[in-house]
């Protein structure tokens, strides 16, 4: 079975920390993506990689970045966190390709106060 | 324009009740179609895939693909209460999913 894992289901963090969500996969998937899911607006891609040190902006980066060192972790990084970004990250990997599917880990909470 | 529009819900059925989702997309260039269900708290998991127009079955699940109309429907026959969960129609853009909002569903027992 695919595995994708989220290094914390749940997270509180204060306005103006630096937060660093992890996720790890065990499928040597090239392609990895972190989502954020919002009530309404569904899931919205911030970042995705389709290699190591290799990254693309997705739909709403701001505020975001990303970091692949090695092929099976990719980490979304929070800059300063602010209130706007409490959600449900997701993260996802997929084998390269067009049209290929993604495997979900499962979530983490993120509550900035 | 969003690449995929999916009617919010919430939906609720009794049990048995045949389930009808849908959702629409903007490019007629899109080849690959997938559904996905997502329990509360979970992530999402692949349930249907598929690839051009059509119609695609697994077990109590059928997906069709309309390329003509640009529109994609999943329906779920004898639901269970084990089938609420929120269902995602992503669109497979280049490399990467585009999903709309996801609709939730409920079924009554």
């Known amino acids: 079975d695919v595995k994708v894992t989220q290094s914390s289901r749940y997270l509180v963090k204060r306005t103006g920390e630096k937060v660093f969500l992890e996720c790890v996969q065990d499928m040597d998937h090239e392609n990895m993506f972190w989502y954020r899911q919002d009530p309404g607006l569904g899931l919205r891609l911030i970042y995705f990689?389709?290699?190591?040190?290799?990254?693309e902006k997705g739909d709403i980066p701001e505020g975001y970045s990303v970091s692949r060192e090695k092929k099976e972790r990719f980490s979304l990084i929070l800059e300063s966190a602010s209130t706007n970004q409490t959600s449900m990250y997701l993260c996802?990997?997929?084998?390269?390709?067009?049209?290929?599917?993604?495997?979900f880990g499962q979530g983490t909470r993120l509550t900035v106060v | 324009q969003k690449e995929v529009e999916q009617d919010p819900g919430p939906l609720s059925v009794p049990e048995g009740a045949i389930v009808s989702l849908n959702c629409t997309y903007s490019?007629?260039?899109?080849?690959?179609f997938m559904w996905y269900r997502q329990y509360s708290r979970k992530g999402p998991e692949l349930l249907m895939y598929?690839?051009?127009?059509g119609n695609k079955e697994d077990g109590r699940f059928t997906a069709q693909v309309d390329k003509s109309s640009k529109y994609i429907s999943l329906f779920i026959r004898d639901s269970q209460p084990s089938d609420s969960a929120t269902y995602l129609c992503p669109i497979a853009n280049d490399y990467k999913l585009s999903f709309g909002a996801g609709t939730t569903v409920t079924v009554r027992a």
């Open positions: 490019n007629s260039a899109f080849q690959y």
């Open positions: 996802a990997s997929g084998f390269r390709g067009r049209g290929t599917e993604a495997f």
């Open positions: 598929t690839y051009s127009s």
């Open positions: 990689s389709y290699d190591v040190k290799m990254k």
